[in-house]
T-cell receptor
Framework: ETGVTQTPRHLVMGMTNKKSLKCEQH?????MYWYKQSAKKPLELMFV???????ENNSVPSRFSPECPNSSHLFLHLHTLQPEDSALYLCASSLGLSGTPNSPLHFGNGTRLTVT | AQSVTQLGSHVSVSEGALVLLRCNYS??????LFWYVQYPNQGLQLLLKYTTGATLVKGINGFEAEFKKSETSFHLTKPSAHMSDAAEYFC???????????FGAGTTVTVRA
């Protein structure tokens, strides 16, 4: 079992729907991340949280809204998405942002999102 | 700011042959370097990392990589490919004082029987 669990694994939604992606880590990490993986493109960092505080919003459209209630859980709330938002959304965690720059990211298996 | 270039988006090798995946980076200071592997329908898994010390790093599944500062490279190799090595491989770079990880575009490896 991966230390980072994402649900659901697959999601199909219409452009007017509202849905949420969930991520949970059991590694005792303090930093959590959302990445977007589209075909033929490098991974795009979307959001970063450190000790529940958002430290990075990489110019992500407001139709994506993250939430981090505690260091173990991370959500990505979706509303009025566009077809180009279809992608694999990956959650990751790491020990922290400062003092551990060589700490690798641990990834979940992702949510495959299709916007119709 | 750092950037990562992976030469070749697709590499095809015969089973038992050498696997060589190339990664070059640009960074203002010697960075921390990582290789990740992604199997179909899964997330990324750490193969190996270089931080400081020995420049030849050994990872899981028989992979290794060598950090060459003069060439700003961190190429990944495996002496003998196995069918289970078919996956996508990502090189990633992080500068020592920055938490952000920059990924290359990835190289897909196929292994021929």
């Amino acid at each position: 079992e991966t230390g980072v669990t994402q649900t659901p694994r697959h999601l199909v939604m219409g452009m007017t729907n509202k849905k949420s992606l969930k991520c949970e880590q059991h590694l005792g990490h303090n930093a959590m991340y959302w990445y977007k993986q589209s075909a033929k493109k490098p991974l795009e960092l979307m959001f970063v949280y450190n000790f529940k505080e958002q430290t990075e919003n990489n110019s992500v459209p407001s139709r994506f809204s993250p939430e981090c209630p505690n260091s173990s859980h991370l959500f990505l709330h979706l509303h009025t998405l566009q077809p180009e938002d279809s992608a694999l959304y990956l959650c990751a965690s790491s020990l922290g942002l400062s003092g551990t720059p060589n700490s690798p990211l641990h990834f979940g298996n992702g949510t495959r999102l299709t916007v119709t | 700011a750092q950037s990562v270039t992976q030469l070749g988006s697709h590499v095809s090798v015969s089973e038992g042959a050498l696997v060589l995946l190339r990664c070059n980076y640009s960074s203002s200071v010697p960075p921390y370097l990582f290789w990740y592997v992604q199997y179909p329908n899964q997330g990324l898994q750490l193969l190996l990392k270089y931080t400081t010390g020995a420049t030849l790093v050994k990872g899981i599944n028989g992979f290794e990589a060598e950090f060459k500062k003069s060439e700003t490279s961190f190429h990944l190799t495996k002496p003998s490919a196995h069918m289970s090595d078919a996956a996508e491989y990502f090189c990633a770079v992080r500068e020592p004082l920055d938490y952000k990880l920059s990924f290359g575009a990835g190289t897909t490896v196929t292994v021929r029987a």
